[in-house]
């Protein structure tokens, strides 16, 4: 769930200035704790709208077109204890993804209601478990580690694009429910706010100079010489990225994106553009915004100490060495004043819980192998080459296999139910004692979720 905005980054030097001796843009903040929002800030909050949510910014003089706004990633962490009855299970099922036959790998599923989590063969860090689908990343701690959080979670951009942030933390919450006890509301680790816009602003002309921030790293992104974006203070505890939203989705394959910006008038000629900030959680501590409640209200705080305090877009004046007095891009005028109000959502047509592999990589990347067969046996014939191909992969596995009792139609069934745990798609079934309970205990978290209790 990484972003990618370029393949080669260019880091621009840190630039001084003599009027304040700070290093660039150090005038626009002095050095110091963050101002808790709300408190002398200078900005009112705005509630977080959904993550469709359309702008309510109309296209302004400079060709700036707001499309979308909202919250891209956010990481939570479940203080609370792991139940001993999952952990035991998770243990097994831990065990078993290191297993060497496929069809014990394809045990290594959680089932909590309609998610089926991918239990990976190995912890993370501290955190000896990690369940996985399209919608979260559950890293688990030991119901021995006191120092630790029961949970810490990654909720998946589509998922917050689907549903929003209330919606997706009360899923997550069940699925946390489920597997120990939660002894008080998440805590927020990390948010990223967004806007994706289109603009006839050259982005290209942006010189390093002309971001005046406290923050001391920048960095320049191009792709075959071209820009593709800007970071700003990224590996702290606040940082920032202007990036070509277009291009990276041609890494990603969100495509889900584009029906929304459609629904926003956006033309696919256009490159949509995105500008987003990263609140780790010593930043939004400082703010004063520790538990998911305290986001919401003031999301639009956030946006705005983000864009008007800790960091602004200019015109440089070189005749002007106090960079607090170079005025304002005309950009950054339009994407700071956004005014994040409750906005109608724009529903996902689906949202899939499922990993699964794009069209792309089946069809092109897959028949690879079938079409190498083909041009070695001088076949030029569809029907012919998959015929041919079927029975040679059936020759070939069946004698290898022989040895262990298994033929080709074993290999086939082995590698789907593998994959399938991968993809969160098949689920293998499991009678044993410890998964019974299991889907009781996610039958009882839900239940309680739901009622309020």
């Known amino acids: 769930m990484t972003k990618e905005i370029s393949d080669t980054p260019v880091d621009a ?5 003599k009027a304040t001796g700070n290093t660039q843009g150090g005038a626009a903040m002095p050095p110091g704790r963050l101002a808790p929002l709300g408190v002398d800030s200078g900005h009112s909050s705005g509630a977080l709208p959904s993550n469709t949510a359309p702008a309510n910014y109309i296209e302004d003089p400079t ?17 609370g204890t792991l139940s001993k009855q999952v952990e035991q299970r998770l243990q097994g099922l831990k065990l078993a993804a290191k297993g060497s036959d496929e069809q014990e790998r394809a045990r290594a599923q959680f089932r909590i209601k309609d998610h089926l989590l991918e239990v990976k063969d190995r912890g993370r860090g501290k955190f000896q478990f990690v369940l996985q689908d399209n919608c979260f990343d559950i890293s688990l701690s030991s119901s021995t580690a006191a120092s630790l959080p029961l949970a810490y979670t990654q909720l998946s951009s589509e998922l917050l694009t689907a549903v929003g942030v209330t919606e997706a933390e009360k899923t997550l919450r069940y699925i946390i429910n489920t597997l120990g006890l939660v002894s008080e509301a998440p805590n927020i680790s990390r948010v990223d706010l967004f806007i994706d816009f289109t603009t006839t602003e050259p982005l290209e002309t942006i010189n390093h100079l002309a971001w005046v921030t406290r923050a001391q790293k920048i960095s320049a992104y191009y792709i075959n010489r071209a820009l593709s974006g800007w970071s700003v203070g990224l590996g702290g505890s606040l940082g920032a990225r202007l990036y070509n939203k277009t291009l990276e989705l041609d890494k990603s394959k969100k495509d889900y994106l584009k029906p929304l910006w459609k629904m926003s008038g956006w033309n696919e000629a256009e490159q949509v553009w995105r500008l987003e900030f990263e609140f780790k959680r ?60 409750d906005a109608p959502a724009l529903p996902l047509g689906r949202l899939r819980k499922q990993r699964i592999p794009h069209d792309a990589a089946l069809f092109i990347n897959g028949l690879g192998g079938i079409t190498s067969f083909m041009a070695r046996e001088g076949i030029t014939d569809l029907g012919e080459g998959f015929g041919e191909f079927l029975a040679q992969a059936q020759s070939f596995h069946d004698s290898k296999g022989r040895h262990q009792g298994k ?28 998964a019974v309970i299991q889907a009781k205990a996610a039958e009882d978290a839900y239940r309680t979720g739901r009622d309020g209790e």
């Open 13 to 17: 030097p840190n630039t001084t200035s």
């Open 282 to 341: 010593d930043a939004l501590k400082e703010l004063g915004i520790i538990k998911v409640d305290d986001l919401l209200p003031n999301a639009g705080s956030l946006w705005h100490y983000g864009t008007q305090t800790w960091l602004r877009l200019t015109l440089p004046n070189h005749d002007d060495e106090n960079q607090s007095r170079w005025p304002t891009h005309p950009l950054w005028d339009a994407l700071s004043s956004l005014l994040w109000d």
């Open 407 to 434: 033929d080709f139609t074993d290999y086939i069934q082995d590698k789907v139910a593998d994959k399938g745990r991968k993809y969160n798609t098949i689920q293998h079934q499991d009678t044993s004692p410890e």
């Open 63 to 79: 060709g700036t077109r707001i499309l979308r706004y909202g919250v891209d990633s956010l990481y939570l962490s479940y203080p």
